[in-house]
């Protein structure tokens, strides 16, 4: 019985490795004959022009710009805000006063040159034929921007801030559909 057994143990164990060992082997590949009618059932890949991937490039600068800008904006709209609260109550000195109007201006033409560059882009996708399929989540950059600008001229730079992160998803949907 025990020889039955040590015997058995052993041949159970060849066969198992037979087994794994013929799964291993290289089978040869079978060559498929293509027909005419599987190519005409592929779908033609629009053509991606390079005033398309010229805007695409635009608008992702655009975003970075944007998005940074909002980024660099909160402490400062912050700090304008702070000052002016503390202006009403307290009485600053000069020179913070003259630092504080500085910081005003710098922001409010910051938001004028981001507004230039959103509204060239935006142009271009009102005159550019191949980009007028994305003009619909495109449009409108400028007149946010021109909120933004009339919110900062208002002295509200914490408010100003609401507009360009609409401006930022624009952007985003827009590079999302582009190729």
Do not use: H, W
Request: net charge positive; hydrophobic share 40%; with cysteine.
């Amino acid at each position: 019985m025990k020889t039955i057994r040590f015997l058995i143990i052993p041949m159970l164990a060849l066969s198992v490795l037979s087994i794994s060992a013929e799964a291993q082997r290289k089978k040869t590949p079978v060559r498929r004959t293509t027909t005419t009618a599987n190519k005409s059932n592929t779908a033609a890949k629009p053509a991606v022009t390079s005033s398309a991937i010229l805007a695409k490039n635009q608008v992702s600068t655009q975003l970075f710009n944007v998005n940074r800008f909002v980024d660099v904006l909160g402490p400062i709209a912050q700090g304008i805000e702070t000052t002016d609260s503390e202006a009403k109550t307290k009485k600053p000195t000069k020179a913070v006063l003259d630092l504080n109007v500085a910081n005003k201006q710098k922001v409010v033409q910051s938001i004028r040159n981001l507004k230039t560059a959103l509204s060239n882009l935006e142009t271009d996708f009102r005159t550019k034929i191949e980009l007028r399929k994305y003009l619909p989540t495109i449009q409108g950059i400028t007149d946010l921007c021109s909120q933004s600008e009339d919110s900062a001229i208002a002295g509200k730079f914490v408010a100003a801030k609401e507009p360009l992160r609409a401006i930022s998803k624009k952007l985003s949907d827009t590079l999302a559909l582009m190729p």
